[in-house]
């Protein structure tokens, strides 16, 4: 009887029907990922070093090409690929990426939305204290404006 | 700032993780006791899945006056007051499986309603504390206080309290005393109210939480009113231990039969009170929702014997093993030690639940057989009215 | 309610009502759980990672990232766990065509990839506390230890795992117990090398920029 596979696991390569396999098609398939990470990888480090390239592109660079390498990584050495067998892993991790995005991304505008508008009085920059200290006289311009706005 | 944002991404879906499993209660209990499947299906899957998402996006609602832009207190805000709507959504359709059906008042129906009264009231003062505005007035007031009660309350522990109601007789093979389960319900919904509506008067009057002591009279009539509530909660709870002793010690009269002791509709009603370890002797052939309700209406319409002739299979059922309570344990201990820096203790939990894994690692069977014999015995000896 | 299985002449054609169908196999339910549980670790290691964005210029004075982060350092480390992923896959494939030789041969070296990388990467958490560069000199470099010494954490927990897999295997053969936590091990040993991506590039690279 025929197993009839409905899903696949995460990490487990789509069926191939046996006319299509090649001996070492395994293989293969983690050989060109290692060697596209490792492109990617030392590209990642040239970026950072070189300035060839425009100085405020470089983080974006950095980042695209991280991202790249995860993908490399899903693709080549987890199989998460676009079959039909593979839905409910994908599925799992688009919703995996949704939660990472909104955590590091609200957190990053969060906090830098608080920094600035906590720490716009002082001038004092983050570098110079053991990062993120509210300041006493903002604080307290915040305390005499909310006391001033109520007794009007 | 960064611990405080970094809590709240995390606290916030988890008010979500505990209504949840709730409104599966509801669903559940006000379909059954209606005798009507539930309204809108698919409507309760996207609400399902819309709170699901939407829940990840509000979480500075939790912070609104800590100094974060209007820009950025606008934003939350909106998106604390869009997560009411799906919500909103379940609400009406539970209503709607419950209109039009003949309702049978029973325990689990009375929290429902209850729920159903006083949840929406909470939720409303929840998207009043949406608007940054309104949130600064009474951040950190009785007045939040107040709202999060009038959510949780209704929202999981009533659901809780009708799931309970609604699934001992399966878990346990005979139903909790139907008067005191009432007496129950009503000490909790009168004593709720009493305590936590003079709650919002007494925020909106300048009452801020965590307080050791006070000093403003105007605040004292409505605090008393609090307490009283809170004692006719009390009493309620006291109504529910006595339910559980009065039922054990009846439990012969109370005995659930069949399987089925309210009509229900779902498959877990076609086992015995309790199921046997592997639930279903043959996996149930399910085409629609609904599917034992279906089922039913099958066998009586053809006069059908129940059950016909089954081939039974041996069944392969997890081994029991207390290794998740254990490592658990462990865990614990492990937590405790590195909030204190309690060293060697933390490094004893951490061995201990390194062992106990390993243990159950090296254990060869993962799982027991039962033979099919054992499961044609169960089943012989244990007849329900209409099995899948 | 039908899903139609394979979607080319190749496959065998057939229409399986879902219900029909039963439980998934074992090896898929257990894929899918593992795969889950690491979607979750990801998700605490983006909050370790969103603290350490918003901190790490906060060096109260102390040493910066600039000054202590070695890139070649880095740079092998990176080599040691992306080599150490390849060979965790050819120990996959070992293990599907039940390979005992290559299979321990592909752990072995896995293995020793994997404890290169935690040498050099404890080797440099010394010579940083040398320095005095310690978790409690700025935030900067508590991020930065909490955000790093977890994924080592999770790699020395990695790797005490393969030694047991290995033990397993010998023990017991190719069962199917055996090869399910194998799958899973698969997968963590995957999943900490696409963190240690991030990690390269926001805390090495992005850190000695400026």
Same mark, same amino acid.
């Given at each position: 009887?025929? *197993?009839?596979?409905?899903?696949?696991?995460?990490? *487990?390569?789509?069926?191939?029907?046996?006319? /299509?396999?090649?001996?070492?098609?395994?293989?293969?398939?983690?050989?060109?990922?290692?060697?596209?990470?490792?492109?990617?990888?030392?590209?990642?480090?040239?970026?950072?070093?070189?300035?060839?390239? #425009?100085?405020?592109?470089?983080?974006?660079?950095?980042?695209?090409?991280? =991202?790249?390498?995860?993908?490399?990584?899903?693709?080549?050495?987890?199989? &998460?690929?676009?079959?039909?067998?593979?839905?409910?892993?994908?599925?799992?991790?688009?919703?995996?990426?949704?939660?990472?995005?909104?955590?590091?991304?609200?957190?990053?505008? &969060?906090?830098?939305?608080?920094?600035?508008?906590?720490?716009?009085?002082?001038?004092?920059?983050?570098?110079?204290?053991?990062?993120?200290?509210?300041?006493?006289?903002?604080?307290?311009?915040?305390?005499?404006?909310?006391?001033?706005?109520?007794?009007? | 700032?960064?611990?405080?944002?970094?809590?709240?991404?995390?606290?916030?879906? /988890?008010?979500?993780?505990?209504?949840?499993?709730?409104?599966?209660?509801?669903?559940?209990?006000?379909?059954?006791?209606?005798?009507?499947?539930?309204?809108?299906?698919?409507?309760?899957?996207?609400?399902?899945?819309?709170?699901?998402?939407?829940?990840?996006?509000?979480?500075?609602?939790?912070?609104?006056?800590?100094?974060?832009?209007?820009?950025?207190?606008?934003?939350?805000?909106?998106?604390?007051?869009?997560?009411?709507?799906?919500?909103?959504?379940?609400?009406?359709?539970?209503?709607?499986?419950?209109?039009?059906?003949?309702?049978? =008042?029973?325990? %689990?129906?009375?929290?429902?309603?209850? +729920?159903?009264?006083?949840?929406?009231?909470?939720?409303?003062?929840?998207?009043?504390?949406?608007?940054?505005?309104?949130?600064?007035?009474?951040?950190?007031?009785?007045? !939040?206080?107040?709202?999060?009660?009038?959510?949780?309350?209704?929202?999981?522990?009533?659901?809780?309290?009708?799931?309970?109601?609604?699934?001992?007789?399966?878990?346990?093979?005979?139903?909790?005393? *139907?008067?005191?389960?009432?007496?129950? $319900?009503?000490?909790?919904?009168?004593?709720?109210?009493?305590? +936590?509506?003079?709650?919002?008067?007494?925020?909106?009057?300048?009452?801020?939480?965590?307080?050791?002591?006070?000093?403003?009279?105007?605040?004292?009539?409505?605090?008393? @009113?609090?307490?009283?509530?809170?004692?006719?909660?009390?009493?309620?709870?006291?109504?529910? =231990?006595?339910?559980?002793?009065?039922?054990?010690?009846?439990? *012969?009269?109370?005995?659930?039969?069949?399987?089925?002791? #309210?009509?229900?509709?779902?498959?877990?009603?076609?086992?015995?009170?309790?199921?046997?370890?592997?639930?279903?002797?043959?996996?149930?052939?399910?085409? /629609?929702?609904?599917?034992?309700?279906?089922?039913?209406?099958?066998?009586?319409?053809?006069?059908?014997?129940? @059950?016909?002739?089954?081939?039974?299979? %041996?069944?392969?059922?997890?081994?029991?093993?207390?290794?998740?309570?254990?490592?658990?344990?462990?865990?614990?201990?492990?937590?405790?030690?590195?909030?204190?820096?309690?060293?060697?203790?933390?490094?004893?939990?951490?061995?201990?639940?390194?062992?106990?894994? !390993?243990?159950?690692?090296?254990?060869?069977?993962?799982?027991?057989?039962?033979?099919?014999?054992?499961?044609?015995?169960?089943?012989?000896?244990?007849? @329900?009215?209409?099995?899948? | 309610?039908?899903?139609?299985?394979?979607?080319?002449?190749?496959? /065998?054609?057939?229409?399986?009502?879902?219900?029909?169908?039963?439980?998934?196999?074992?090896?898929?339910?257990?894929?899918?759980?593992? #795969?889950? +549980?690491?979607?979750?670790?990801?998700?605490?290691?983006?909050?370790? $990672?969103?603290?350490?964005?918003?901190?790490?210029?906060?060096?109260?004075?102390?040493?910066?990232?600039?000054?202590?982060?070695?890139?070649?350092?880095?740079?092998?480390?990176?080599?040691?766990?992306?080599?150490?992923?390849?060979?965790?896959?050819?120990?996959?494939?070992?293990?599907?065509?039940?390979?005992?030789?290559?299979?321990?041969?592909?752990?072995?070296?896995?293995?020793?990839?994997?404890?290169? +990388?935690?040498?050099?990467?404890?080797?440099?958490?010394?010579?940083?506390?040398?320095?005095?560069?310690?978790?409690?000199?700025?935030?900067?470099?508590?991020?930065?230890?909490?955000?790093?010494?977890?994924?080592?954490?999770?790699?020395?927990?990695?790797?005490?795992?393969?030694?047991?897999?290995?033990?397993?295997?010998?023990?017991?053969?190719?069962? %199917?117990?055996?090869?399910?936590?194998?799958?899973?091990?698969?997968? $963590?040993?995957?999943?900490?090398? =696409?963190?240690?991506?991030?990690?390269?590039?926001?805390?090495?690279?992005?850190?000695?920029?400026?």
């Amino acid at each position: 009887m025929t *197993e009839t596979r409905l899903d696949v696991a995460p990490g *487990e390569r789509p069926r191939i029907p046996a006319s /299509e396999h090649v001996t070492s098609s395994g293989v293969l398939v983690y050989t060109i990922g290692l060697l596209v990470a490792l492109v990617l990888t030392i590209t990642s480090f040239w970026v950072a070093n070189t300035s060839a390239l #425009w100085a405020p592109g470089v983080p974006a660079g950095l980042a695209v090409l991280a =991202i790249a390498q995860m993908g490399v990584h899903l693709v080549f050495f987890l199989h &998460i690929t676009s079959g039909p067998d593979n839905t409910n892993n994908i599925l799992a991790l688009a919703f995996g990426v949704l939660i990472v995005f909104l955590v590091l991304g609200g957190s990053l505008v &969060i906090m830098a939305n608080l920094d600035q508008n906590m720490m716009a009085h002082t001038h004092l920059s983050n570098s110079d204290h053991a990062g993120g200290l509210t300041h006493d006289s903002s604080v307290n311009a915040l305390i005499r404006r909310y006391r001033d706005a109520s007794k009007a | 700032m960064m611990y405080v944002n970094l809590f709240w991404v995390w606290g916030h879906p /988890e008010v979500y993780i505990l209504v949840m499993p709730a409104y599966g209660i509801y669903s559940e209990v006000s379909a059954t006791f209606s005798s009507k499947p539930l309204f809108g299906y698919r409507s309760m899957v996207g609400a399902t899945l819309a709170i699901c998402v939407l829940s990840y996006t509000v979480w500075l609602h939790h912070f609104f006056t800590m100094g974060a832009s209007a820009s950025v207190n606008a934003f939350f805000g909106i998106t604390s007051m869009i997560i009411g709507v799906p919500t909103g959504v379940k609400i009406f359709n539970w209503l709607f499986t419950m209109y039009g059906g003949r309702v049978r =008042i029973t325990v %689990p129906v009375l929290w429902t309603i209850g +729920f159903m009264v006083t949840f929406v009231f909470g939720g409303l003062t929840g998207v009043l504390l949406a608007l940054p505005p309104v949130d600064w007035q009474v951040h950190n007031s009785l007045f !939040l206080v107040a709202h999060f009660h009038h959510v949780i309350i209704p929202g999981v522990l009533f659901g809780v309290m009708a799931g309970y109601n609604y699934w001992f007789p399966k878990a346990f093979g005979f139903r909790l005393e *139907e008067r005191w389960g009432i007496a129950s $319900f009503w000490c909790w919904f009168i004593g709720f109210h009493l305590a +936590f509506m003079p709650l919002y008067v007494v925020g909106l009057m300048g009452m801020t939480r965590r307080m050791q002591h006070y000093d403003v009279l105007s605040w004292q009539p409505w605090l008393w @009113v609090a307490e009283a509530g809170a004692v006719i909660v009390l009493g309620g709870i006291l109504c529910q =231990i006595v339910q559980l002793v009065v039922s054990i010690r009846h439990r *012969e009269q109370l005995r659930d039969t069949t399987g089925d002791p #309210w009509n229900g509709r779902t498959l877990e009603w076609s086992t015995a009170s309790p199921p046997p370890a592997w639930n279903f002797a043959v996996p149930p052939r399910v085409g /629609e929702l609904d599917a034992f309700w279906a089922k039913k209406q099958r066998v009586r319409a053809k006069q059908e014997q129940p @059950v016909s002739r089954r081939e039974y299979q %041996p069944i392969e059922v997890p081994r029991n093993n207390p290794t998740g309570f254990v490592t658990a344990f462990f865990a614990v201990i492990t937590g405790f030690a590195l909030i204190w820096h309690i060293w060697w203790m933390a490094g004893v939990g951490l061995l201990g639940a390194a062992a106990t894994l !390993l243990t159950y690692m090296f254990h060869p069977d993962e799982e027991v057989e039962i033979s099919a014999e054992q499961v044609a015995l169960f089943d012989r000896t244990h007849p @329900v009215e209409v099995s899948l | 309610m039908s899903i139609a299985v394979g979607t080319d002449d190749v496959y /065998e054609r057939e229409l399986v009502n879902a219900s029909e169908a039963g439980p998934a196999p074992k090896r898929i339910v257990v894929g899918y759980g593992f #795969w889950i +549980f690491l979607l979750s670790d990801i998700v605490m290691f983006s909050a370790l $990672f969103a603290s350490y964005a918003v901190l790490a210029k906060a060096s109260a004075g102390g040493p910066t990232g600039a000054q202590l982060f070695s890139q070649q350092n880095a740079a092998m480390e990176t080599a040691f766990l992306l080599l150490s992923s390849y060979s965790c896959g050819l120990m996959t494939l070992a293990a599907n065509s039940r390979r005992y030789f290559r299979t321990f041969l592909g752990a072995a070296v896995t293995f020793l990839l994997g404890a290169a +990388f935690l040498t050099l990467e404890l080797r440099e958490f010394h010579s940083m506390i040398a320095l005095g560069a310690t978790a409690q000199r700025s935030a900067f470099l508590s991020a930065f230890f909490t955000l790093v010494g977890c994924h080592g954490l999770h790699v020395t927990i990695g790797l005490i795992w393969l030694v047991l897999m290995m033990v397993q295997l010998a023990m017991w053969g190719f069962r %199917p117990v055996v090869e399910r936590r194998m799958l899973c091990f698969a997968l $963590f040993w995957h999943a900490l090398d =696409i963190i240690w991506v991030m990690i390269f590039t926001v805390v090495y690279l992005m850190g000695v920029l400026r």
